[in-house]
């Protein structure tokens, strides 16, 4: 696919819905007892990996993504291997999920999936009791997991993840006593909300969440379109000298919204309004051309805007001065290693980037010439040169961009409605 420069960006348009509540509907709607109803869950490769999965699993759904019944999971024992395809959020919240049920269960995943990191996510479960063995000692997929009766534990993360944490706090719900999770810094809080609203026994104190055993109550909700997504296309109206989008019924949880507010402190001209809050902020943004400061980025500032990262070193190429995002090794471990793979394509079509092991500097401002780059499969890269195509001299030729489906189904579609 190839990206030309676009003369002008305009529009009032809608993201799809937010990939993470989308799974942790699908599943946590599957584990109460109760017809649940969510409208505006996102069909995409990911979430529909965890869909078919609980399907498989005796799942009861009716309707379709814009409005799905759900009822409780008969939690079958699984005749087949479960494929979770490229989605992290699905193999670790499922570990969770399935620790505390009955019967073996084996979940696997593509190629890239299968290179990320599990134990962080089955050395916790494993101490609740669940028997679950995986490759190369417990730290990668394929992982059976034999399910059952688990205790509560005191886990504290090394490294901040909502994925980790949603996992344990899936399992805590299941088990006997109470289990603790205590994170560096605080990730997204998707499940935390989301267990308050179905009545589970929850206390959040900041970076320590508390569960215990509790029976979920059915819920009807509306999911938000996601932040993640809707950030190329601020980044897109930012960046460009011709360009003003706004998008509307976004998710403005403060867990995901720090690539805004760093966006903000650069000097972008962007404005939010929250119109609904429960259980997920929901709201507007307008974004306008604006001209940026570099800016530094460290590491409590990274879960806010983990996924966003790649897009700052775009935001860093256009921006007066330096901009350095440090402390964000965690970016290696995405579906591919995110600081290697940005820093070589930006390489590849004129940019000047400093790779450093957790994380990259950029002296701005720069003129993207164009060229040819590779998304290595990874939805969130394909987008990013999509955007950097949009903004550049000669335009942007980008390899397997069929990945947008894993978070943004209709991703380009929406950049021919939007650029002139
Ligand atoms: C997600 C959490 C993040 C994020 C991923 C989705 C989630 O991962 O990168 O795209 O839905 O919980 P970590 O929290 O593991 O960093």
Redesign the pocket.
């Known amino acids: 696919m190839r990206l030309l420069p676009s003369k002008k960006v305009a529009g009032e348009i809608a993201v799809p819905p937010d990939?993470?509540i989308s799974?942790r509907a699908l599943m946590m709607c599957s584990m109460c007892s109760g017809v649940s109803v969510v409208h505006n869950l996102l069909e995409s490769k990911d979430t529909l990996r965890t869909f078919r999965i609980i399907s498989e699993l005796g799942g009861g759904f009716n309707g379709d993504f814009d409005r799905l019944e759900i009822s409780q999971a008969s939690w079958k024992e699984s005749s087949e291997p479960l494929y979770c395809g490229n989605s992290?959020?699905t193999a670790r919240l499922m570990a969770g999920v399935l620790a505390g049920k009955r019967g073996t269960h084996i979940l696997f995943g593509d190629e890239s999936l299968s290179a990320r990191p599990m134990r962080r996510v089955i050395a916790p479960l494993k101490e609740m009791g669940a028997r679950i063995s995986a490759r190369q000692e417990d730290s990668l997929l394929p992982m059976c997991i034999a399910g059952g009766e688990l205790n509560g534990c005191d886990h504290s993360l090394s490294v901040a993840?909502?994925?980790?944490k949603?996992a344990i706090l899936l399992a805590g719900i299941q088990a006997e006593g109470v289990t603790t999770v205590t994170e560096p810094h605080c990730?997204?809080d998707h499940t935390e909300r989301l267990l308050q609203s179905m009545g589970a026994r929850i206390s959040v104190n900041e970076k320590r969440v508390e569960v215990e055993r509790s029976e979920l109550l059915p819920i009807r909700f509306s999911i938000p379109g996601d932040i993640s997504s809707a950030a190329f296309l601020i980044a897109l109206a930012v960046l460009h000298e011709n360009g003003k989008l706004t998008i509307r019924n976004v998710g403005l949880n403060g867990g995901r919204t720090g690539f805004l507010r760093l966006l903000i402190s650069m000097g972008a001209d962007i404005e939010l309004e929250v119109e609904e809050s429960s259980p997920e902020p929901v709201g507007t943004i307008v974004a306008r051309p604006s001209r940026l400061r570099g800016v530094k980025v460290g590491s409590a500032l990274i879960?806010s805007m983990?996924?966003e990262l790649p897009l700052i070193a775009l935001a860093g190429a256009f921006a007066e001065g330096t901009t350095t995002v440090r402390g964000a090794g965690?970016l290696r471990k995405?579906e591919s290693d995110r600081i290697s793979v940005t820093v070589q394509n930006f390489r590849r079509i004129g940019v000047e980037i400093h790779e450093y092991e957790d994380g990259f500097s950029i002296e701005g401002p720069q003129r993207i010439m164009g060229g040819k780059v590779d998304s290595y499969g990874d939805h969130r890269i394909a987008m990013l040169f999509s955007i950097a195509g949009l903004l550049s001299e000669k335009g942007v030729e980008i390899t397997n961009t069929e990945a947008v489906g894993v978070s943004f189904p209709g991703f380009f579609e929406t950049l021919e409605e939007v650029c002139r």
């Not at 993840?161 to 980790?164: G, T």
Request: hydrophobic share 20%; glycine share 6%.
């Open positions: 990939k993470s799974h992290g959020t993840s909502a994925q980790v949603s990730s997204r879960p983990i996924d965690e995405k």
